[in-house]
């Protein structure tokens, strides 16, 4: 489309709306558009967000069999940029979230050592700090497309918002383990949470010394209790079940424990009937933010917004096909494009009022890319529970409504058993 | 960059032996007493002196954990125990997953219940009571017989039959070209 008739597209879109809005007798008048003639609120100690923005909230599912165990969704169609606002970061958890005093903190790295070790809260804090921006995304995200036939009420939220976005600042898993001197043999931590359920996985030594956090802060303030406050561990690029949060003890030994969430839950169940375990690392993910599921839009322009990331490294790109798969076309990035990282791309588009429907696939860095929901099924079990990164397709109706694209898949009726997405549906 | 620069950072403490003095030296024996349900590794370290008895394990189960997983591990509210087929197949619907047929190891039975389990109730159970339980529950999943023991020394010896469809990641295969499964 040349320049000057995008512009005059936008003009025309502009006015009208304006024109539009007041045929409809919506309550736009001089006086609600002055300033306000008394004063407004007096400073306050901590900000909240507009009474206006409280609809904007995480997504709980209506059929949890309980609150305490189980996760709710970032509502990923409401947010800009790629950072998840604190109070909106998808949470799950065992045994609900426990509070803890900082003061009463302390973390024990014990096992294979030389010199088992306790650090207070502010001992942690005097290491050399990184501050790094990752993703952090359930293993069970996506766990809505094992639904079949596909969910026609299916939101950007409800399809991937099982993963958030945080700047995250702490210290070096690597810098501790020094300290406490890793014995000849060993291989594997063993970190534990201090939560009722004192929830543990088995993280190799090799990936610790790699890049592992011990993070306190979240977006420049203290975690949020339900992030693990005061102290979680972030495993850039790996599942969020293995970033144990409100870390009380590291073992230091040479044998993975086979936990339960490692073993009955969290291994993947595949096509062919085995069982893989140590899924950890997630597979490229993107999902159109704008238009997405239950989303309502005019003819015009849009900007098709998403959301892409990957466990493998850096996106390098991220395509949108309005043809289900025919043809591709290359959105832009917006900078910075950080590795283990949400990623927002962008698409400018001109809805014509036909009926169509979007994809998108991200590519990473190791060149792997998004299946079609047929070539997942290829590999995958229809009855797993985690790792779908299937793409996710909206179909636009004429009358602007936007649903789920996804193709029904044939054969058996399934649906999600709960797990960690905690949606359980009747199939 | 990160990794580089961490890199750099663990090379260069090495080369001096340089540390950073923070953190308490504990021995490893109060180390220990923060140890307050150990990990139980597939070898059955972390397991503690006892033995568990179906019966008695019967008992306990009825008392304290048939109201979440139904009287006889058949599930509901919660997940259930108890399932066909053995083991699960592509086919197996994810509410069917149960000890007999999904679990891979018999230690991570023990792990769980003393650590985890009864929801809402976490660590209230007696090292004795757990063994009880793990033995009723094996014994229900078909697993053993009703005079097996269940013990340190048995139960990691246990042959899971979901264990034979256990792999690992081939991402992480080749990641970690020396990560076996125990």
Redesign the interface.
Known sequence: MDRRRFFRILGAGGLLGLLKAKAQGLPWTEETFAPTKTLGAPLSEYGERSPFEAEVVRYISPNL??R??GADFAPLERLEGVITPNGLHFERH??GVPQVDPKYY?L????MVE?????TLE?LK???S?T?TYFIECAGNGQNGYRNPPDPNLTATRSRGLASNASWTGV?L???L???GVKPGA?WL?P?GMD?????RSL?L?KA???VLVAYAQNGEALRPEQGYPVRLVVPGWEGSIQVKWL??I?V?D??????DE??EY???????????????MDPESIITYPSGLQQIKPGFHEIRGLAWSGHGRITKVEISFDEGRTWREAALEPPVERYAFVRFKMPWYWDGKEVVLWSRAWDERGNTQPTREEFFKKW???N?YHYNAIQAWRVLPDGRVVNGDRPLGG?A?G????CGGEVFDV | MFRRALLALALAGLAVGARYQLGTPITEELAAQYDLRPVVLPDGRGLPPGEGKVAEGERIYAEKCASCHGARGEGYPFNRLVSEPFPITPDTEPVEYAIGNYWQYPTTLFDYIRRAMPFGQEGTLTDEEVYHLVAFLLYMNGITEADTPINQKTLPTIRMPARELLDLDPETKRRFPWLTLP
């Open positions: 069999r309980t305490h165990s065992h045994a302390r024990v790295i014990h096992g010199r088992p070790l306790v650090f001992e005097r290491f050399p990184v790094r070096p690597a810098l501790l020094k300290e406490a291989k063993i534990e009722a359920a004192m929830y543990t190799p090799e010394m790699e890049d009380r003890r073992l030994t044998l993975p424990a086979m936990a339960k073993t009955s291994t993947d169940v595949m096509a062919d009937g085995r069982v893989l375990a140590f899924t950890w690392v079990g229809r009855n529970r058996q399934s999600p058993a709960g797990g």
